[in-house]
């Protein structure tokens, strides 16, 4: 079992719907958890940090964790031709090390 | 502007050449990291360093050397032992261990010619 788990995609998201992504980890100590975003041939990007059971909402970006499931989710809303990337779910774990999943790739089609 | 700064941005490498990769960062961070990513991969963790003049190995450390004799630098040597170099190597910073997510440098692109 990967300790980062994200469907590789490709997901793809007419514009302007809702894109929702997924993520589990194994280690239940993991004490923090982040989305990043990386465009082709670019850096990642963190975009949202999240350490606590609930939502977080930062614009179009919502955080969802569950640390009971040990399930953490990323919403956006209003889908934009910008968001077209892929987004890596990371865990900072008991290790005291962020721990990145294999990213899923969004597509958002016109 | 803080930040990390790696360069060059692409490199190209001969077969048998070690190339050096610089990673200089501004931010006070204590913690310094390099990755591997190859395409359509996600990240794979070389070397890391939580303190100046101390590092540990990573998940793919062979044929990869590194040194941090200051803190604002890290830079990452792939040796000829590296039998398949060519890939995207990121380098980031974090401070608390990363408990606060890492700051990603721009990347080098590398590749064997």
């Known amino acids: 079992q990967k ?9 793809s998201v ?69 968001d077209s990337a892929t987004y890596l779910c990371a865990v900072y774990s008991s290790a005291s090390k962020i721990i990145f999943g294999s990213g899923t790739r969004l597509s958002i089609r016109p | 502007d803080g930040g990390i700064t790696q360069s060059p941005k692409y490199l190209f490498r001969k077969e048998g050449q070690n190339v050096t990769l610089s990673c ?16 359509g991969q996600g990240l794979r963790l070389i070397y890391y360093s939580q303190i100046v003049n101390d590092f540990q190995k ?25 039998k398949n170099p060519t890939a995207f190597y990121l380098c980031a910073s974090s401070t608390d261990r990363g408990n606060y997510g890492y700051t990603f440098g721009s990347g080098t692109r590398l590749t064997v010619v």
């Open chain 1, 14 to 82: 007419p514009e302007g719907a809702i894109a929702s992504l997924n993520c589990t980890y194994s280690d239940r100590g993991s004490q923090s958890f982040f989305w990043y975003r990386q465009y082709s041939g670019k850096s990642p990007e963190l975009i949202m940090s999240i350490y606590s059971n609930g939502d977080k909402e930062d614009g179009r970006f919502t955080a969802q964790l569950n640390k009971a499931s040990q399930y953490v989710s990323l919403l956006i809303r209003d889908s934009q031709p910008s």
């Open chain 1, 3 to 11: 300790e980062v788990e994200q469907n590789s995609g490709p997901l």
């Open chain 2, 58 to 82: 990573g998940d793919i450390a062979e044929g990869y050397s590194v040194s941090r004799e200051k803190k604002e630098s890290f830079p990452l040597t792939v040796t000829s032992a590296q």
């Open chain 2, 24 to 39: 200089e960062q501004n931010l006070n961070h204590d913690a310094m990291y390099w990755y591997r990513q190859d395409p």
